[in-house]
């Protein structure tokens, strides 16, 4: 029975909110009663990869904490415009496995489609965040890219990525999935977001419904780090999304001062499930510049594996990997 007498929406309400995200990190810092002097060099860092936050996720910082791990995943600090040795602008060498049109085909049966290069929020260990989406035809139009992959008759699974495909509006989502549903030998869609995370409005009834009516089996992967960030109202909006048959499943990136700790996971973990998630791939940092503060050392994450299996039901442990270049799939902890 889908009761949706508390999540009646009103069908823009998401992209005002997207369009009032806050990009001025002094405007943040003085909102949460914190001192810019305190964040030396975020100016030259949010140059290079600009702020932004939603008013949703900003109200699940702490107020008055420089620390706050949901803060310190979307603040610029001086500390990404460090060089780092091994940290580089492409760490996955996607430019290799482009297919081009937006279309990265690196693993048997799955292309992954670059939909846009727009973001609800920026994670700043965002592998993607020296993408050169504005070179990119498949941004403008997707003619091209739907074009070869009905020239792809291996491709049983799409997944929508980007940037976040969910900043696409309904009506563009559905027409691509027109698109995509004609195409004879896709058998099943996968929609990777951080926007229900973000702005769990973006959840809307008419998205919800177009997912359900399609002959794709579909799931959606949503992309959450810590357990504060699962928060009302998107506990409705994903049963409501359950309940109309999307498999609902999470990665989280292991990010040093965020979630690695134990404790932080393992709560992470049973909250995805109180909301009806589970836990898919606990990824390793990819080395992108800007990024190497986020680092676990080997060691902790060895130690943090064998905590996870003992502390947690095997249905509740993510399965930890690295996106190693030029590898048939994601490389399991035992191998890299
Ligand atoms: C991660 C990824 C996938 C999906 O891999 P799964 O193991 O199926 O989740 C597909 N294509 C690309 C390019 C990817 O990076
Ligand atoms: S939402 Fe995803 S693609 Fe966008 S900045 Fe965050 S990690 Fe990167």
Known sequence: MITRTSTTLEP?????????????????????????????????????FPLRVSQHYLRLI??????????????????????????????????????????????????????????????????????????????????????QLNEMPEI??????????????????????DRLEAIPHLQRLRIHTRLPVAIPDRLTTELIERLASSRLHTSMVIHTNHP?????????????LRRAGITLLNQTVLLAGINDELETLCSLSEKLFSFGVLPYYLHILDPVAGSAHFEVPRGKIDQLAEQLRANLPGYLVPRIVKELAGQDSKTPLHLF
Not at 24 to 32: F, K, N, Q, Y
Not at 228 to 239: C, G, I, K, N
Request: proline share 6%; with cysteine.
């Open 228 to 240: 504060r960030e699962l928060a009302e109202p998107l506990d409705q909006r994903l049963e409501q």
């Open 62 to 147: 702490k107020h008055g904490d420089p620390t706050d791990p949901l803060l310190r995943q979307i603040l610029p600090l001086g500390q990404e415009n460090q060089v780092i040795e091994g940290y580089s602008n492409d760490p996955l060498d996607e430019k290799d496995a482009q297919r081009g049109h937006g279309i990265l085909h690196k693993y048997k049966g799955r292309a992954l489609l670059i939909v846009t290069g727009a973001c609800g929020i920026h994670c700043r260990y965002c592998f993607r965040r020296h993408y050169p989406y504005s070179d990119d035809n498949a941004l403008l139009h997707w003619e091209p890219m739907l074009q």
């Open 156 to 177: 049983r699974e799409v997944l929508l990525s980007g940037g976040d495909p969910l900043t696409l509006s309904d009506r563009r989502l559905s027409s691509l999935l």
């Open 12 to 48: 823009v309400n998401w992209q005002r909110q997207l369009a009032e995200a806050i990009s001025d990190p002094a405007t943040l810092l003085t909102s949460l009663g914190l001192s810019t002097e305190a964040f030396p060099g975020h100016e030259l860092a949010a140059k290079q």
